[in-house]
């Protein structure tokens, strides 16, 4: 066991390309934490979708040695944690798991929204925050001026920011010894029952699920048996261990220390993050604050391209959930996309994972409807029903009133680009709250409904900005408002996966675009079409594709056939990906535009 | 497996001759342009097939036979007097045997015809295509309008029974220069017209040219109107329509295609033939090899340059009796059908789809079977798709 006052936890707050893993990489390498033939970039994201798009989906930890200008060895644990706001309550773990954290500022970028967010998080775990100005080699870099910005927007004495270069490898050593000065060692009871927070679990094909623990009080011995506090389930631990990053049996893990276990424990679900964990026979008499179960805001429909793919689906998702127990998901069938799920995620870039990883490491086609948000149907009997599919929605003269979720979102913009980050705000119905300068650019803070950021918003908002505005969000409260289902209908015949929540005042437009878009994407038939948008009863659009007048072979003889009959079953096997409405085809590719279609 | 047709009904020599003096940027058919052929061996390497397939049919006599390509105009007058020897030597020739030879209508092949008649050609088939010089030479043809009326007038005399090809929807063409074009094929025709649709198929010339939008088909509605024009003209001047892009008096249709559209027993012979034959009583489909020199040598070295012979599963069976069955005004017969597929026709095709069908007008029961309406072979691709699901 570590002495404690020898201990150091941090993490390292930054956005998107600001240098954490560069940095994370380079600490690790100065401490020796692996062998220079080991080492590759990105060391602590190993899933190839975090290595890819440069994002931390789990957190991981690397614990390590570090021998300081005081000439005693110190040891380090780094939690490298998920930056995005999906992410946010795995956030607030991690950080509630350390004492402080490097901010990273990109010195040729300055602060950007998501830093924000989450240096606000970092203050609230009280943590003692260390800031640097990473890529200070670049031309483009301002040292003095990201300086300033620290100090502006975020609203921290930024004299003693440290200028690095990750990829240089400047001044990493000024970093270890700000971390060993400036950074308080672990408190907590060594003597007293062990509260162990549950920083994040995941599931390895070797070693079934492995739990990332933070001892806060008492010690963590392997073969001890232990308690989940808000879930009571009891385990034996069988391995206790540190990541060097490489997986490292230790055997015991002391107070303040960060490491992993693992306790023959079969499902991801049944370690929740935030819980605490405390031993059978000397149970902590309370748990430690905070713990609250994630629950998923965004939901959307996930069907197989292919039919026969549901069985393949089902198996994939449920193995998937064994290592991200915050998404949720329950069969669904629709008449247009046939059978599948309807999944609720943390957020869009949560959903945007899970399809990926889906679609990558199993194998699968899919289709997703829109994202559609949880609506609350207050209904005109008093009761209130949580609304995740809009097909779902009740019989309208049974809705007293309906609310939605509404996000508080910050974003930071350059000052030329601000005009169209405000444009694009209004339209979405955004209600403005605070805008205000540090330098160049501006820093609005708007409230929005969930339901028009769901969909595109961040597309948008990086095109009108060029890419240079950057955009956080939490989530704020639920309001009412005018809102309506609007349905579209092929023939009469209502097509379920193409239904929308919409504001009322935007229906009719919504509707026209979407008619639009359906009448160039399903090709002529036998029989004319009739294509659809209404609220309730009350039609808001309609295009009709006319009948096909030609389509046959002018030519067809002894020698055709074979060919020919090739070229039908070659069409039949297409229609498999076609979908019946009463007389008419829907090939599939129609749905996915279609769902992409926005009416601005 | 489906049981072998009937052995008393029509049975069709097909014969591929793959050369043609030059290549038209329409033409996706097995054709070759060579610098000289060798007349005499093509043409005991096309016996030396009859042999095979004959020895594999017996009891059949041939009813049709048809020399297509290419070009097979260009052979030899006495090479296609060997082959029909040779045809009724093997199989013996029906009474009124049709005899059919593909033309250009150029000088050269109008100064072979008497010889081609001499030999036991009974019927011509001319490739005209137009009667314009213009879209003659958009076509890629050699021929002149004037040398085009010359021919049939010739075939007309020479023939007991001639026919000519016409193309129509050709890029820039308006619908009243069609009709015009049209009126004056029907005053030179006799009693048979094939008129096609201009189509842009893979591996041409003109799928670069239209594919690049150099030039442009028609519209989807024009051509529709084209069509249906194309059919109210010559349904008028005594022509009905008798298949999709073929014209006849009542009576006067060819005999040898109709061997295909009813689904029936035909042998190929020549390079990339297709044959479809009951082999002991098991319906099969045969191909030969496809390169003009490949094949020569194989057919000569072992009797034959099949290279596919397989049976006809049921579900292909249906689909192909189906497909070709519903190109013809007269339809498919229930009987013949399910004779030739094992299965009746009712439970061969989807009953709510031949009921959507029947009721938007696309499609009649008949006593004896069912047929796609002029509306509904105008869509018949999907006519066929909405039937076979």
């Not at chain 2, 009859?50 to 290419?70: E, K, M, N, Q």
């Not at chain 2, 097979?72 to 013996?92: F, K, N």
Request: hydrophobic residues 40%.
């Amino acid at each position: 066991m570590t002495d404690q006052s020898l201990i150091r936890n941090f993490s390292i707050i930054a956005h998107i390309d600001h240098g954490k893993s560069t940095l994370a990489d380079r600490l690790i390498q100065r401490c020796g934490g692996v062998e220079q033939r080991e080492f590759r970039d990105q060391m602590l994201d190993s899933m190839d979708i975090e290595r890819e798009r440069g994002i931390t989906i789990k957190a991981q930890t690397v614990r390590l040695e570090y021998k300081a200008a005081d000439g005693r060895t110190y040891v380090l644990n780094l939690m490298d944690t998920p930056g995005h706001v999906d992410f946010a309550y795995e956030v607030s773990r991690s950080l509630a798991a350390c004492e402080g954290s490097i901010l990273v500022v990109d010195a040729s970028q300055g602060v950007e929204a998501q830093t924000l967010a989450n240096v606000h998080h970092a203050i609230e775990a009280n943590h003692e925050i260390v800031p640097v100005l990473n890529k200070v080699d670049l031309p483009a870099a301002d040292v003095e001026r990201a300086k300033q910005q620290i100090e502006d927007v975020i609203g921290l004495d930024a004299a003693d920011a440290i200028p690095i270069s990750a990829k240089t490898g400047l001044n990493i050593d000024a970093v270890l010894e700000a971390l060993v000065t400036r950074l308080p060692p672990p408190r907590g009871n060594p003597d007293a029952p062990l509260k162990a927070l549950l920083v994040d679990s995941w599931y390895d094909a070797y070693l079934g699920v492995v739990i990332l623990v933070r001892v806060v009080d008492g010690t963590l011995t392997k073969g001890t048996k232990i308690r989940m506090m808000a879930t009571g389930a009891a385990y034996e631990v069988d391995r206790v261990g540190v990541f060097t990053p490489k997986p490292k049996d230790i055997g015991t893990l002391g107070t303040g220390e960060v490491g992993f276990i693992t306790a023959g424990i079969k499902a991801v679900a049944d370690c929740r993050v935030g819980d605490t964990i405390t031993t059978e026979r000397k149970p902590a008499a309370e748990a430690l604050p905070g713990f609250k179960p994630s629950l998923p805001v965004v939901f959307c429909g996930l069907f197989p391209v292919d039919p026969a793919e549901f069985e393949h689906l089902r198996e994939s998702l449920s193995k998937l959930r064994l290592n991200d127990a915050s998404f949720v998901y329950e069969p669904e069938s629709s008449a247009a996309l046939g059978f599948g799920f309807r999944c609720g995620f943390l957020g869009l870039l949560h959903l945007e994972i899970i399809q990926e990883r889906l679609e990558r490491e199993f194998n699968l086609d899919l289709i997703a409807t829109a994202p559609s948000v949880v609506y609350k149907i207050h209904l005109t009997n008093g009761e209130v029903v949580e609304l995740h599919n809009p097909a779902d929605m009740p019989d309208p003269v049974r809705i007293d009133h309906i609310e939605e979720p509404w996000i508080k979102a910050t974003i930071l913009v350059p000052d030329e680009h601000l005009g169209a980050v405000l444009k694009l705000c209004e339209d979405r119905r955004g209600i403005q709250k605070q805008l205000t300068y540090a330098g160049s650019r501006a820093m609005v803070v708007y409230e929005l409904p969930l339901n028009e950021v769901v969909f595109d918003f961040y597309d948008r908002l990086k095109s009108v900005s060029r890419g240079y505005a950057s955009f956080d969000y939490e989530i704020a409260n639920y309001r009412e408002d005018d809102l309506v289902k609007l349905s579209i209908l092929v023939n009469a015949e209502p097509v379920d996966a193409l239904s929308i929540m919409v504001h009322r005042a935007r229906a009719e437009s919504r509707g026209r675009v979407l008619c639009e878009k359906l009448k160039e994407l399903i090709p002529k038939q036998l029989f004319k079409i009739a294509i659809q948008a209404a609220i309730g009863g009350k039609v808001v659009a309609r295009e009709t594709i006319s009948a096909l007048r030609k389509d046959v072979l002018a030519k067809c003889y002894g020698g055709d056939v074979s060919r020919k009959r090739k070229l039908l079953d070659k069409q039949k096997k297409g229609k498999k990906r076609m979908r019946q409405f009463g007389e008419v085809e829907i090939p599939q590719s129609a749905f996915i535009a279609a769902l992409k279609a926005r009416d601005d | 497996m489906p049981p072998a047709a009937a052995s008393d009904e029509a049975f069709g020599l097909y014969v591929h001759w793959p050369f043609c003096l030059s290549k038209c940027p329409y033409c996706d058919f097995n054709s070759h342009v060579r610098e000289r052929i060798d007349s005499d061996a093509w043409a005991s390497a096309l016996v030396r097939e009859i042999d095979h397939f004959a020895a594999l049919t017996p009891g059949r006599r041939v009813t049709s036979i048809y020399f297509g390509g290419g070009t097979p105009s260009l052979m030899d007058c006495s090479a296609t007097a060997t082959i029909i020897d040779r045809a009724a030597a093997r199989w013996g020739l029906a009474d009124a045997v049709e005899v059919t030879l593909e033309a250009n209508p150029t000088s050269v092949e109008a100064g072979k015809m008497k010889d081609f008649s001499a030999a036991g050609i009974n019927r011509l088939s001319l490739g005209i295509q137009s009667l314009e010089d213009e879209s003659l030479r958009l076509l890629g043809r050699r021929h002149s309008a004037r040398e085009a009326r010359a021919a049939i007038a010739l075939a007309a005399r020479t023939f007991d029974r001639f026919s000519f090809d016409l193309i129509y929807a050709r890029p820039g063409q308006t619908i009243a220069a069609w009709e015009a074009e049209l009126r004056e094929g029907i005053a030179l025709a006799g009693e048979h017209l094939s008129v096609y649709q201009l189509t842009i198929e893979p591996g041409t010339a003109f799928h670069q040219v239209f594919g690049r939008g150099d030039l442009v088909l028609p519209p989807e509605n024009e051509g529709a109107e084209l069509y249906h024009l194309t059919q109210a003209v010559l349904g008028d001047a005594g022509l009905p329509a008798y298949e999709i892009s073929n014209h006849a008096r009542p009576g006067a249709e060819c005999r040898h295609n109709l061997v295909y559209w009813r689904y029936q027993d035909y042998v190929g012979v020549g390079p990339g033939a297709h044959g479809r034959i009951a082999i002991d009583g098991v319906r099969h489909a045969t191909r030969q090899e496809k390169v003009p020199e490949t094949w020569v040598s194989r057919a000569m070295r072992e009797g034959h340059a099949t290279v596919e012979s397989l049976p006809v599963g049921r579900d292909d069976a249906v689909t192909e009796a189906l497909m070709m069955g519903l190109r013809l005004a007269e339809g498919v017969d229930g009987a013949r059908f399910a004779r030739q597929t094992g299965v009746a026709l009712m439970d061969a095709i989807d009953p709510a789809a031949a009921a959507r069908l029947v009721a938007g007008g696309f499609l009649e029961r008949m006593p004896a079977g069912v047929r796609a309406t002029p509306a509904g072979r105008a869509v018949l691709n999907a006519v066929i798709g909405a039937l076979l699901d």
